[in-house]
């Protein structure tokens, strides 16, 4: 089995997290981001999982720690989720990737054994293997071939991807994990990370 593209989309740390505002001070909501980033980063590096680990994003000051982790750094152009994959995507297929895996940056409980249920569902080509988040979004989302999709990340997008997969001729296969399922946007997810000392 080759391995994989690991893809990480990030916002600059100083827009992250715009919806605990009322929680935290800008400052703080930037310390989370990178924190959180830091986690997924650190996950994905703990074993030998991933041929390439990119972040894309605009903020070019990600680059010192991309390198810390053993990952690349794109600059996007897009202006949206979903343009700023489809660019990862075009340079991942332009160094020959067989397989690519979309990571958002902000899973605080991810754990290797989660990395590892997702890499093994997604062995054999073609695959679609997708991981819901608690609210029906999809909080991971592995191709072989990577272009075997369009990107629909946004509101319901866990369904629309099931949808697009089944559309292109590939059942999705789902992962369903405690600790893929929680991302950290909300006020209530703060609170629960909170009684974990995250």
Not at 6 to 19: H, N, T
Not at 70 to 88: P, W, Y
Not at 116 to 132: D, E, M, Q
């Amino acid at each position: 089995m080759s391995k994989p593209w690991l893809i990480v989309p990030v916002k600059p740390f100083a827009e992250g997290k715009s919806r605990l505002g009322d929680e935290l001070p800008s400052i703080e909501r930037a310390a989370l981001s990178r924190r959180l980033l830091e986690h997924v980063l650190a996950t994905a590096a703990t074993d030998d999982f991933f041929a390439v680990r990119l972040i894309v994003s605009r903020d070019a000051c990600l680059k010192s720690l991309a390198a810390r982790y053993g990952a690349r750094l794109l600059a996007e152009h897009g202006n949206t989720l979903n343009l700023a994959l489809e660019q990862a995507r075009r340079l991942a297929l332009q160094e020959a990737a067989s397989a690519i895996l979309i990571l958002p940056s902000d899973l605080p409980r991810l754990q290797s054994s989660d990395l590892t249920a997702l890499l093994t569902a997604g062995a054999g080509a073609p695959a679609a293997v997708i991981s819901p988040s608690r609210d029906g979004g999809t909080n991971a989302l592995l191709l072989r071939p990577p272009y075997l999709l369009p990107f629909a990340f946004g509101p319901d997008s866990f369904t629309r991807h099931c949808e697009l997969a089944n559309q292109a001729g590939v059942p999705p296969t789902i992962i369903q994990t405690p600790t893929l399922a929680f991302d950290l946007d909300t006020p209530r997810d703060l609170a629960e990370m909170k009684k974990e000392q995250f």
